[in-house]
């Protein structure tokens, strides 16, 4: 059974120990509270060392817990930090703030407190008995994506702020230095009592593991107060240790760096980080090459700790991240060089699919036929982003629920790994009932599926340019939802929400003609109207048509809404994705 060492203890007795040497780790995430936090803590101490902003109401027997601080000794014999770096070094900071406060009070209370502070940041002198050396603090950082670190430890040392320093140790060390000020305006008499109260009464439960892995297998059952490590930086801490005892440290925290770079910029999760969501979309080739179609997918960490943590121990991992990475950033800038105008405009399409499957099963098909240059055959990749757009944004209408779609997925995920061409051979859609689904279907513009249906009939027309992925793009009613309560026109009022009413339209452009009558909406598509940042005739081929009407009237949406369903349908014969 692993050992702990667990004793709960005071911010001084933990701080001030000559054994407390802390270092936060080069796979720890960089410093990141901001005011908000750093606020919190602020008013929590306040109002627990003043109650009712009263000194005497203080009880000396009072304790106020702060957190956790999860470590294991390295083979330094320092305490690396796993969980509580934020809030502990965020302590440091109000320490260090309050410890400028007292370098000119020669009171005998300031006195002391200024000397208990002293402990708490600065190791012992080896040759004085009871004073500090400041040239060693007792936290080091060697966090290697944080490039503030340095001011950090200097800030401590010295508490002089360099000049246009915007990091945010600077930024929350002034902070307090402002709250310590506005204090001590308040409270002179008793300001030595509010540092002697956090050191004294505010407590800490150091949780000392004999192993990182154990430290880590703690950390993820505990409720982090502060900011959390995510399930990537979890898995940094594997790669570092492997990385570590082969001697390439260095060129493994530089290829980490490079990754997070490429995903901060191309991925935004709803759940996680950037780096999880790349670690995500890897699980998944990593499921197909078990052979697992289990519909019930493990947590991303669950994943990775199986088998001791398996795949990331092994060089290929970090190669093929990095190769999954730039594919998808190569998507994201829509590169030319690497894939022609065609595939770039079904990769624009299935940008806007109904969910995320796509880019699973994508980021599959890429990891298992990409060539020695990390691309694709233009032919067959363009084969199969036609084949799962006509398949999953049918599935959407006929089977709704990311949830459903896992099943013919994840069989055609190990159906590639195993060279086999994607077909859903098993899971054709019957025409009829297909047909059936589709025309019933009511395409709200909350539902996913709608923008899915209409971005891909505005790619039907030859005209279309390429759009850029990063404009924003609308659903545009094209006869008016308020035209129809204040004029009517429309004997059914369901055709409001058909597919036939509904264009893919720029932000800009749609904002400006959402309750227009036709004829003043023809004038700001094709940019007659010039108010405001509607400058442009729109990039939507199909408009051109929409500019040339006499009128849109109710037959005309019944009929667009027939061409739309009929053109899909050509579709999913020509991928024989339906049988009867």
């Keep these: 059974m692993s050992k702990l060492n667990v004793d709960q203890k005071t911010i001084f007795d933990l701080l001030s120990d000559k054994k407390s040497d802390f270092l936060i780790p080069d796979y720890q995430r960089p410093y ?19 109650p009712n902003n009263d000194y005497s109401q203080f009880d000396n027997n009072d304790e106020y817990f702060l957190g956790s601080i999860v470590t294991f000794r390295n083979e330094n014999g320092k305490l690396e930090v ?24 020669e009171d005998s209370n300031s006195v002391e407190t200024r000397k208990n502070i002293e402990r708490c940041i600065w190791r012992p002198h080896p040759t004085e008995l009871y004073g500090v050396d400041k040239d060693t603090l007792k936290i080091n950082s060697e966090v290697a994506t944080d490039n503030d670190k340095e001011e950090f430890l200097q800030l401590l040392k010295t508490g002089i702020v360099q000049p246009g320093s915007k990091s945010q140790y600077v930024i929350n060390y002034k902070f307090f230095q402002q709250r310590i000020s506005e204090f001590l305006d308040s409270f002179p008499t008793y300001f030595a009592h509010f540092p002697t109260r956090i050191l004294e009464n505010c407590i ?19 409720n982090d107060r502060g900011l959390p490590l995510s399930d990537a930086d979890i898995f940094k801490a594997q790669f570092y240790k492997y990385y570590g005892d082969k001697g390439q440290k260095d060129e493994f925290i530089e290829n980490w760096k490079n990754l997070e770079d490429i995903t901060g910029k191309i991925f935004n999760p709803n759940t996680g980080t950037p780096m999880d969501e790349l670690f995500t979309r890897y699980m998944y080739y990593l499921r197909a090459k078990e052979g697992n179609k289990s519909t019930t997918v493990e947590s991303l960490r669950k994943f990775y700790e199986r088998g001791k943590y398996k795949y990331l121990k092994t060089d290929d991992t970090i190669s093929e991240l990095k190769s999954l990475a730039l594919f998808w950033e190569n998507i994201a800038r829509q590169n030319e060089e690497l894939f022609s105008e065609e595939i770039r405009k079904k990769l624009f399409v299935l940008n806007y699919a109904p969910n995320g499957m796509w880019q699973y099963i994508t980021s599959v ?26 398949f999953i944004y049918t599935y959407a209408v006929t089977n709704p629920g990311v949830n459903a779609l ?3 997925i994840f069989e055609e995920m190990i159906n590639i790994i195993n060279g086999v061409e994607v077909n859903f051979a098993n899971r054709k859609f019957n025409a009829s009932q297909a047909r059936s689904f589709m025309e019933n279907y009511k395409f709200t513009n909350n539902r996913p599926i709608t923008r899915s249906l209409i971005t891909w009939y505005a790619f039907t027309f030859d005209n279309q340019p ?6 924003t793009f609308q659903i545009e009613h094209v006869f008016s ?19 036939g009413n509904k264009v893919l339209l720029e932000d800009s452009i749609n904002i400006r003609a959402s309750d227009y009558a036709f004829e003043g909406k023809q004038k700001i598509y094709s940019g007659e109207v010039r108010r405001g940042k509607n400058r442009d005739k729109s990039k939507i081929a199909e408009i051109e048509e929409f500019i040339k009407r006499d009128g849109f009237v109710e037959q005309d949406i019944i009929n667009r ?20």
């Design 32 to 50: 990141a509270w901001d005011d908000d936090q750093c606020q919190t803590l602020w008013d929590d101490i306040f109002t627990f060392a003043f």
């Design 82 to 105: 796993i969980d509580g770096q934020q809030r502990l070094t965020t302590l440091m900071l109000l320490l260090r703030a309050f410890y400028d406060k007292f370098t000119k009070m």
């Design 204 to 222: 800490l439960l150091p949780i000392e593991a004999e192993s990182q892995d154990t430290a880590l297998r703690i950390f993820s059952t505990l």
């Design 365 to 390: 098909y890429f990891l298992r036929y990409r060539n020695s240059e990390d691309t694709l055959d233009e032919t067959p990749f363009g084969a199969f982003l036609d084949k799962i757009t006509a």
């Design 406 to 408: 896992r099943t013919p």
């Design 466 to 471: 390429l759009l850029d992925i990063n404009e």
């Design 481 to 499: 939802k308020k035209r129809q309560e204040m004029e009517g026109g429309l004997s059914d009022e369901s055709n409001l929400e058909s597919l």
């Design 561 to 580: 809404n027939m061409d739309i369903i009929n053109k899909f349908f050509t579709l999913l014969e020509k991928e024989d994705l339906i049988v009867g």
